[in-house]
């Protein structure tokens, strides 16, 4: 049984190494360079620092001190973040691709664009190589100046990351004059109710625990709303049997104390607390990603995230394909009989399941429930979508009847390659 325990190993390192791969770590390497520490601590309130680290094959336009500063000074925290954004090119530039651009110019996305703030080729910077070797930079918008330029290079990982300084920030026309926004204005039930989130949204009025959101949101809040569509789900328990201070507590599991946009959930490897955490370990969440996919799992089941609501420091709200049901308010599922698969499907288990008991049930205290298989699907990219409200209008209504064969096949794929190694 010992080489099989060491396959089993191997086989789940290279599982979870595959799904938590962090090739590089934008805070580490600045920190190696102090003369952009004001620019390394704005990545990192601003949670960009998740975002870059989860992302592969790109390039940080950074700035010295006294230019950050400069920037930093005049702007809100929000406005910041854009022009960071815009300085995040989504390809790999060093000194030699940059004196090589084919036809001396040339535009470059970055994570600017895919907030769904920009409008047209806002997102896209134009990088031009002009005479006597200096390397320009500027907005692609119409009109635009290339107002900075290259200054040297920092750090290269090559071809995922690599950070060059360049002499000023680079600015969209209307980046520096976007109003902050006011969150004390946000109507997160409105928001909800667009994303189709009512049945969620009434809940955490009836409740009063939309008061409790409220309260945490300055200091930072995320919100994982489960959509209409989740409340019908077949195996949905019966919420109308918890008391009201059960309520409450399942409504605060799906809300965490602090700003946590989905660069920061796909790079966090510890169970993240929830409002309803009242000690170590309790009430919290296991994240796992899959390319663009992000699910969230409870030790009692597995929830998906389908959409963005808003994503708006200091406030994020994501919608989800089911509810998040917390082993301590639930416990784990019946562990052996022929427990039901919480499908009402009419096509039998695919065969290659040796046994029908669903995965969550399996006796092991560490539900160590299998990832999301990696989705081509190209709804699961939260962060690329065009961005609030209507975002998840359009997705959470197809999602319903896919999802709810997903954990069947994902289950017999997980047997089989489980009873595949064991049988070497
Ligand atoms: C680049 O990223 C890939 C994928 O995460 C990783 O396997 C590889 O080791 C990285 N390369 C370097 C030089 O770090
Ligand atoms: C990145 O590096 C910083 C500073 O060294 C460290 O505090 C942080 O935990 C690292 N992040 C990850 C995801 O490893
Ligand atoms: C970049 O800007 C320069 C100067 O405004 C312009 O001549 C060039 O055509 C632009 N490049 C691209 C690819 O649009
Ligand atoms: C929030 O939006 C809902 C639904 O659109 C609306 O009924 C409610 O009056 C709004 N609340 C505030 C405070 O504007």
Avoid: W
Wanted: charged content about 10%; overall charge negative.
């Amino acid at each position: 049984m010992g080489a099989h325990s060491l396959l089993f190993t191997v086989f789940f390192s290279v599982l979870l190494s595959s799904f938590t791969s962090n090739a590089h770590n934008i805070t580490a390497i600045l920190a190696a360079f102090p003369e952009y520490s004001v620019y390394n601590s704005y990545l990192s309130q601003t949670k960009l620092a998740d975002e870059i680290n989860s992302r592969q094959t790109l390039t940080c336009l950074v700035l010295s001190n006294g230019a950050m500063s400069a920037l930093a000074a005049k702007h809100p925290l929000s406005v910041i973040k854009s022009a960071l954004e815009l300085l995040t090119l989504l390809d790999y530039y060093d000194a030699q691709k940059l004196h090589d651009i084919s036809d001396g110019t040339t535009l470059s996305t970055t994570l600017y664009q895919t907030t769904g703030k920009a409008d047209g080729n806002l997102g896209f910077v134009n990088i031009t190589d002009l005479k006597g070797g200096k390397v320009g930079f500027g907005s692609a918008a119409p009109g635009s100046k290339l107002d900075s330029s290259y200054t040297k290079s920092v750090k290269q990982i090559p071809y995922n990351i690599s950070v060059l300084e360049i002499s000023a920030p680079i600015i969209a026309p209307g980046l520096l004059t976007a109003p902050a926004p006011s969150i004390s204005d946000v109507n997160i039930t409105g928001l909800l109710e667009k994303a189709g989130c009512k049945t969620f949204a009434a809940l955490i009025v009836s409740s009063g625990v939309l008061k409790i959101y409220q309260s945490a949101v300055d200091k930072g809040l995320t919100v994982f709303a489960p959509s209409d569509e989740a409340f019908k789900a077949a195996g949905v328990p019966d919420l109308s049997k918890l008391t009201s201070a059960e309520v409450v507590t399942l409504l605060q599991y799906h809300a965490v104390a602090s700003y946590t946009p989905i660069g920061s959930l796909k790079t966090s490897s510890a169970p993240i607390s929830t409002l309803a955490s009242n000690g170590a370990g309790k009430y919290s969440l296991k994240v796992t990603s899959a390319g663009d996919s992000v699910s969230l799992h409870t030790g009692v089941d597995s929830s998906r995230i389908s959409g963005t609501v808003i994503d708006d420091t200091p406030l994020c709200i994501f919608t989800v394909d089911s509810i998040l049901l917390p082993v301590e308010l639930f416990g784990l599922p019946p562990s052996p009989a022929p427990a039901p698969v919480p499908v009402s499907s009419p096509s039998p288990t695919p065969a290659a399941s040796p046994a029908p008991t669903p995965v969550v049930a399996a006796p092991s205290p560490e539900p160590l429930s299998p990832p999301a298989p990696p989705m081509s699907s190209p709804r699961g990219s939260p962060s690329d979508g065009p961005g609030p409200a209507t975002s998840s209008d359009s997705t959470s209504t197809p999602s319903a009847a896919v999802d709810l064969k997903a954990p069947v096949i994902l289950s017999a794929a997980f047997f089989f390659s489980l009873a595949l190694v064991l049988s070497i």
